[in-house]
């Protein structure tokens, strides 16, 4: 029987619904030569001779210079960081020397004050004494009964008047507001929007005057030593320093800031640091906060603080400085 036309447009239909089977695709397998021979290309290429061919130019060794010399620095300020303020130890008159003395303005001959009633501080002592100076320091203080004889001295027979250690003012300003105050002169208080309320990268030692007056009256009144501090008026006012209260004691008797500091002809690096903070009142006043806000910057400002420390800790960084020697944070 004949395949009617109908039935043939059946079988085509049904031919052409039913996909062929899927080709097989071939996937061609590299030899395990080939393999080795683009891997050892590769390291040539980005080992090799980057290594021992190719040469940096100038420019980009500068600026590898400048990161080495910038971490030498970051790992030299985390060693800093970690090292404890120096203890001076306890010593002896004849041990002992003031940094701060020079022959010029400084005391030249000894001085005996004789017949002393001494506080010494803490409570008066029971006996007259006599108080030996020599370059600066207190050589001796010893029973005026012993009558000290020096050849050549200054002796001032003082009767049993009274004579106290230096009193140290811990908060103060002068030198910071030259007397008489003036606008011009008053480097007390660093506001300004561009840092707002935390300037502890200020140092109040850039704003003494060498030159005020009042650092005299003051030394008049028996305050020999004064922490001079930034105002109040930030969270964080910036770094304080200590003066002695004499003017022009250099070897030129000149206003000179340095030769004012307390610490004046030690290293720097053994100098103390003190850093003037504020959460009260007049940060309060100034910036509109109120202490809860000021408490919350102050403590925003030590959490960056702390990713400082997370830097320097143990197993941070190892590198070798200029002079060969490997600094690693394990030795910081």
Same mark, same amino acid.
């Given at each position: 029987?004949?395949?009617?036309?109908?039935?043939?447009?059946? *079988?085509?239909?049904?031919?052409?619904?039913?996909?062929?089977?899927? %080709?097989?695709?071939?996937?061609?397998?590299?030899?395990?030569?080939?393999?080795?021979?683009?891997?050892?290309?590769?390291? !040539?290429?980005?080992? !090799?001779?980057?290594?021992?061919?190719?040469?940096?130019?100038?420019?980009?060794?500068?600026?590898?210079?400048?990161?080495?010399?910038?971490?030498?620095?970051?790992?030299? *300020?985390?060693?800093?960081?970690?090292?404890?303020?120096?203890? @001076?130890?306890?010593?002896?008159?004849?041990?002992?020397?003031?940094?701060?003395?020079?022959?010029?303005?400084?005391?030249?001959?000894?001085?005996?004050?004789?017949?002393?009633?001494?506080?010494?501080?803490?409570?008066?002592?029971?006996?007259?004494? &006599?108080?030996?100076?020599?370059?600066? +320091?207190?050589? =001796?203080?010893? &029973? #005026? #009964?012993?009558?000290?004889?020096?050849?050549?001295?200054?002796?001032?027979?003082?009767?049993?008047?009274?004579?106290?250690?230096?009193?140290?003012?811990?908060?103060?300003?002068?030198?910071?507001?030259?007397?008489?105050?003036? =606008?011009?002169?008053?480097?007390?208080?660093?506001?300004?929007?561009?840092?707002?309320?935390?300037?502890?990268?200020?140092?109040?030692?850039?704003?003494?005057?060498?030159?005020?007056?009042?650092?005299?009256? +003051? #030394?008049?009144?028996?305050?020999?030593?004064?922490? !001079?501090?930034?105002?109040?008026?930030?969270?964080?006012?910036?770094? #304080?320093?200590?003066?002695?209260?004499?003017?022009?004691?250099?070897?030129?008797?000149?206003?000179?800031?340095?030769?004012?500091?307390?610490?004046?002809?030690?290293?720097?690096?053994?100098?103390?640091? @003190?850093?003037?903070?504020?959460?009260?009142?007049?940060? %309060?006043?100034?910036? *509109?906060?109120?202490?809860?806000?000021?408490?919350?910057?102050?403590?925003?400002?030590?959490?960056?603080?702390?990713?400082?420390?997370?830097?320097?800790?143990?197993?941070?960084?190892?590198?070798?400085?200029?002079?060969?020697?490997?600094?690693?944070?394990?030795?910081?």
């Amino acid at each position: 029987m004949r395949d009617s036309p109908l039935n043939k447009m059946y *079988k085509q239909l049904d031919s052409e619904a039913i996909p062929p089977p899927p %080709r097989r695709q071939y996937r061609p397998k590299l030899p395990v030569s080939i393999i080795t021979t683009i891997l050892f290309i590769l390291g !040539i290429q980005f080992v !090799i001779l980057p290594r021992y061919v190719y040469q940096m130019s100038p420019s980009e060794m500068r600026l590898t210079q400048f990161q080495l010399d910038a971490l030498d620095e970051g790992l030299r *300020k985390c060693q800093a960081d970690r090292t404890p303020p120096i203890q @001076y130890p306890v010593t002896t008159a004849s041990s002992r020397s003031n940094a701060r003395w020079n022959p010029s303005t400084g005391q030249n001959d000894t001085i005996i004050l004789r017949n002393v009633t001494l506080f010494d501080g803490e409570k008066i002592v029971e006996n007259a004494v &006599d108080i030996v100076f020599k370059k600066g +320091i207190i050589e =001796s203080v010893s &029973d #005026a #009964a012993q009558s000290i004889l020096i050849p050549g001295a200054n002796v001032f027979d003082l009767e049993g008047k009274y004579v106290t250690p230096g009193l140290v003012d811990m908060h103060s300003h002068h030198l910071t507001n030259a007397w008489p105050l003036l =606008s011009s002169t008053s480097d007390t208080n660093e506001m300004n929007p561009a840092f707002g309320p935390l300037t502890p990268f200020v140092r109040i030692v850039d704003s003494l005057k060498a030159y005020d007056y009042a650092t005299t009256v +003051i #030394a008049s009144g028996g305050v020999t030593t004064s922490l !001079i501090l930034p105002g109040s008026a930030n969270i964080m006012g910036g770094e #304080a320093v200590v003066v002695k209260n004499v003017l022009k004691s250099g070897d030129n008797e000149e206003f000179v800031v340095e030769e004012l500091l307390l610490e004046h002809g030690e290293p720097v690096e053994n100098r103390r640091r @003190y850093m003037k903070m504020a959460c009260g009142e007049n940060p %309060r006043r100034v910036y *509109k906060h109120t202490r809860m806000g000021n408490a919350y910057i102050f403590r925003k400002q030590v959490s960056s603080f702390n990713r400082q420390v997370r830097l320097c800790k143990p197993g941070r960084s190892q590198h070798v400085l200029k002079s060969g020697t490997t600094i690693s944070a394990d030795r910081l």
